[in-house]
């Protein structure tokens, strides 16, 4: 009766394979502080500290 039943949480599934792939790409040269993945990570730090920084002041 259910054609697409086979097909349920593919989607999920390529999402993960996907985000496991970009993660390697980024990964590779991980030892070093100036891999993209460092530069990516400390980039999404500064901008939540700015953020909530920016949450704290009174309006």
Request: net charge positive.
């Given at each position: 009766?259910?054609?697409g039943g086979a097909a349920r949480g593919q989607a999920s599934l390529e999402y993960v394979v996907v985000c496991l792939a970009l993660a390697l790409?980024?990964?590779i040269?991980?030892?070093n502080d100036q891999s993209v993945l460092w530069q990516l990570l400390d980039?999404?730090?500064v901008a939540y500290q700015r953020f909530a920084?920016?949450?704290s002041l009174p309006t």
């Open positions: 009766m259910r054609a790409a980024l990964g040269g991980l030892w980039a999404l730090r920084y920016a949450l």
